[in-house]
């Protein structure tokens, strides 16, 4: 590969196979500052109308320009994480590396853009917390970022924050939980209720902002499986993640939050996250085609590759196998998460084939870095208190790449650009500025490199520091070899260039086309559907009410028998006659009359 000059305006891609989530051709790219130059080949009019005019074969080259020879080699978009949190860390969130370390490993793994999930704290609003997040992650961040804010309850103050971080911030996810229909004392306020969840809902409707729910088991329910299978088996490790969170409390979560978000006054638009089990992929579908594809649905890299990393690893044939069962303590809470991964390869394989499908658009990272010391360390008491965490952000596309296009053939190129770029884009309106490469798009581009020219991935360059590695059994071919970011080169040969930051916080416009285009037809068709029913009026008598529509006087009687009532509904018996008495006053002597056989007058 040629250097790289010292001119850093102008970037020439000599050959490559440009590759988008609707087509793939062989083109030349010329990058101008941040975005992608129009420009194409006179000789080669006919491809470059058809395609794209500023991507073309045979470009000519700018005399400052620095070139790199691409040949024979797969340019595809930078990667779209919708599913990542980074951040400080803290006793409550003890995390193994920071925005800088985080984004390091996101550029070289070929992810350009992360939308970062930030967590509230009961002594703070969400515009506090999104200020705080804002500041920490400063200059130090190495790809483009938005926010995704999580709404642990409903305040006085959120909805107006809400509205002032869709409009004056450009933040445009939120992501919820949905948990008991009460309140109690003793429980934590982390999900909202039935009555706040609609509320949310419908004010994310209003702004057009995405809301994002997660296809996990509620804390109450977990928690109370939890402590239950605690006392009847105290020695329970890991494990206990897995039995306290079923498949179809999953499940159940997904069709709950449809209902809410279709049901009721106007319908609003979900993504469904986090899906990792065979009945909430069931479900996810099912609830997909009523919903006239108006939910999103979205998986975890580590919910793909990790049962295959372990078949691989473990030499065991396909099916399930040991992943938070495993004998060893430190390997088995390295496996715990939520939701949990299904250790269960054919589930794998089902992912792939609804990625390949367009049912499910997108996969996330579910990245949070915990090392593994403290993940061990934190359950030996109690193994509940184990973090629930997996790294990942780094190796989304490069385990994906190897799981579901080199090895088996699951996914074609195009299918895998719409799974890691194009459909997160779409869902977070940032398409086509991310997660294209065409006319005025940035200058996001990863350049892949050609199958067996590496055996082994360095995973330690993808991953923070002393967190467990659930992809090592995967043995990839090939990599991201050069990545761009808004036309600068921040990874080449495989490694960072330098130590600048050029990450920058970005301003996401509400109502996304793909997710808010089609509700107002769909809510006009549910009106129409539901249009008042012309009747006659009625007529007959008015149990209660005189002829004159009067209500009727009853006497009351102290002396009454019940039996008289037994079919009748209380709230159609007269007042004064609503409370039915069980018995029958007589007057008899203490203790009941008796007639002796031997005794007569």
Not at 23 to 46: N, S, V, W
Not at 362 to 388: E, M, N, Q, T
């Amino acid at each position: 590969m040629a250097e790289v000059p010292k001119d850093k305006n102008v970037t020439f891609l000599k050959g490559g196979l440009i590759v988008n989530h609707d087509c793939c051709f062989e083109a030349d790219i010329l990058i101008e500052g941040e975005t992608i130059r129009y420009q194409f080949h006179p000789q080669r009019k006919d491809l470059t109308r058809a395609l794209s005019r500023n991507i073309g074969l045979r470009l000519s080259v700018p005399n400052n320009a620095r070139i790199i020879d691409v040949t024979d080699k797969f340019i595809v978009p930078g990667g779209v994480d919708l599913d990542c949190h980074l951040g400080e860390a803290s006793l409550n969130d003890p995390l193994a590396d920071s925005f800088e370390t985080g984004s390091k490993a996101a550029v070289l793994g070929g992810t350009t853009t992360i939308i970062n999930t930030v967590e509230v704290p009961k002594n703070r609003t969400l515009s506090e917390s999104f200020a705080h997040f804002v500041e920490s992650a400063g200059d130090r961040v190495f790809c483009d970022y938005a926010a995704c804010m999580r709404v642990p309850c409903l305040t006085d103050d959120t909805e107006s924050d809400m509205e002032h971080l869709v409009k004056e911030k450009g933040m445009c996810f939120f992501s919820l939980k949905l948990g008991v229909a009460e309140r109690s004392g003793g429980i934590a306020c982390d999900s909202l209720n039935e009555e706040e969840f609609n509320k949310v809902l419908r004010k994310c409707r209003a702004l057009g902002a995405l809301p994002i729910v997660p296809a996990i088991t509620s804390s109450q329910l977990s928690n109370q499986i939890s402590s239950e299978l605690l006392r009847e088996c105290p020695e329970l490790g890991p494990e206990l993640v897995q039995l306290s969170q079923p498949q179809r409390a999953e499940a159940d979560t997904i069709r709950k939050v449809v209902l809410h978000a279709f049901e009721t006054e106007s319908v609003c638009p979900l993504l469904i996250s986090r899906i990792h089990s065979d009945l909430a992929l069931q479900c996810f579908s099912e609830q997909r085609r009523y919903c006239r594809g108006l939910i999103f649905g979205q998986t975890t890299i580590s919910a793909i590759a990790a049962p295959i990393a372990a078949l691989n690893r473990l030499g065991e044939q396909p099916g399930e196998m040991d992943l938070v069962t495993s004998k060893d303590w430190a390997t088995a809470a390295g496996y715990v998460s939520e939701p949990p991964i299904r250790p269960n390869s054919y589930l794998s394989e089902k992912l792939i084939a609804h990625l390949n499908s367009d049912d499910m658009l997108s996969v996330g990272s579910g990245h949070r870095a915990v090392s593994l010391d403290v993940k061990a360390s934190y359950g030996l008491k109690r193994s509940a208190k184990i973090p629930k965490s997996i790294a990942a952000l780094g190796c989304r596309l490069v385990a994906l790449w190897d799981c579901a296009v080199d090895s088996n053939g699951g996914l074609d190129h195009c299918s895998f650009v719409r799974a890691v770029s194009t459909g997160p884009a779409r869902l977070a309106n940032l398409y086509p500025q991310k997660g294209r490469i065409a006319v005025g798009s940035d200058a996001d581009i990863v350049v892949w490199s050609k199958p067996d020219t590496l055996r082994n991935v360095c995973w330690t360059q993808l991953l923070p520091k002393d967190v467990y590695n659930v992809f090592s059994g995967l043995s990839p071919r090939s990599r991201p070899e050069v990545v761009l970011l808004r036309g600068h080169i921040v990874v080449l040969n495989g490694k960072l260039v330098d130590e600048e930051a050029h990450g920058r916080l970005l301003f996401v416009k509400p109502f996304g086309q793909m997710a808010f285009s089609r509700v107002d037809a769909v809510d006009q068709n549910r009106e129409t559907v539901m249009e008042k029913i012309s009747r006659e009026p009625y007529t007959g008598h008015i149990v209660g009410c005189d002829s004159k529509g009067a209500h009727e006087e009853t006497k009351e009687h102290h002396y009454f028998r019940k039996e008289y009532y037994d079919n009748v509904p209380k709230v159609a018996l007269p007042p004064g006659q609503r409370q039915i008495h069980t018995s029958v006053k007589t007057a008899q002597p203490p203790g009941g009359s008796s007639n002796s056989f031997w005794f007569s007058n």
